[in-house]
């Protein structure tokens, strides 16, 4: 039997992510600030502060692998999203460490590298960090530590820069940056059962037409996303004309609007 520690399982990818990672001889531990409910699933539920390192580490002993979501999804002044990105990766990894746990996969963003712009072939998901807001420095950071904790360590790190991670695209960008709920289950299933795949930084996005991140990085640890937001396309551009990918702002850069969202204000 494998074990899986699941952190910030309470929010909208932990929820999608408990029903597809859900085999047989593996179980479930489910971490989250806010009480979970029992579906009856068999899960195992925490209630822990994810970055309280007492709790985590006690959560990781017997577990086989970490999913680290925990975390704010957007924009807040520095003091508060450092207090719980920044120290909450530390605290996964660290935590990992002490119980033995050799991998553990990171839910990174594209507001890592929000400032990278659109060019002729796919972006590479090495690309250089180039966060566009405190959020963005928080996950930069994270995939720093978790370079940090695979050199020293040894410890199989992949961090996800995840996309738009919703159960449809609902904007043009998202028509792009899409990560379907079920691709989303597929890159953390390749990500937990690659084998000894290092640190590696991969794009979380779905086989979107629009596209324009890589996709090589995920298939090299057997991710083969199946989804496609162009399918969402014609009710998304009806009432409006061909985007303008290369010159408009929201469009031509990976983070899209975090690059022009005010710094340390409340978004996503
Ligand atoms: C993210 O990292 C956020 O957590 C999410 O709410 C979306 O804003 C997403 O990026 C995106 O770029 O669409």
């Known amino acids: 039997m494998t074990r899986i520690l699941i952190t910030g399982a309470a929010g909208s990818i932990g929820r999608m992510l408990r029903t597809r990672l859900a085999q047989p001889g593996r179980a479930l531990r489910l971490l989250d600030v806010v009480p979970q409910e029992d ?22 002993h017997g577990a086989d692998a970490v999913v680290h979501l925990a975390g704010i999804p957007g924009e807040r002044p520095w003091q508060q999203i450092s207090a719980v990105n920044l120290d909450g990766t530390y605290i996964a990894l660290e935590a990992a460490r002490r119980a033995g746990v050799s991998r553990v996969v990171l839910a990174s963003s594209n507001h890592a590298a929000g400032f990278s712009e659109r060019g002729d ?69 390749a990500a937990l059962t690659a084998p000894s795949p290092g640190y590696r930084v991969v794009w979380g996005v ?30 998304i551009l009806a009432a409006q004309p ?24 409340s978004s996503g």
């Open 39 to 60: 579906t009856g699933d068999g899960a195992e539920l925490l209630t822990a502060d994810a970055t309280d390192l007492e709790a985590m580490t006690a959560a990781c």
């Open 121 to 189: 072939g796919d972006l590479p998901a090495d690309a250089a960090g180039a966060p566009d807001t405190f959020y963005g420095v928080t996950k930069a950071a994270m995939e720093a530590m978790g370079k940090l904790y695979h050199a020293r360590f040894g410890m199989d790190v992949i961090a996800l820069r995840i996309g738009s991670c919703f159960p449809e695209p609902f904007n043009v960008r998202s028509l792009a940056t899409w990560l379907s709920p079920d691709d989303c289950g597929r890159l953390v299933e």
């Open 206 to 235: 779905s086989a979107n037409t629009r596209r324009w991140w890589s996709l090589a990085e995920g298939e090299a640890i057997g991710y083969h996303p199946a989804d496609d937001a162009e399918a969402h396309a014609a009710r």
């Open 242 to 265: 061909e985007p303008d990918w290369a010159g408009d702002p929201d469009l031509y850069r990976a983070g899209g609007q975090f690059c022009r969202t005010e710094l340390g204000g």
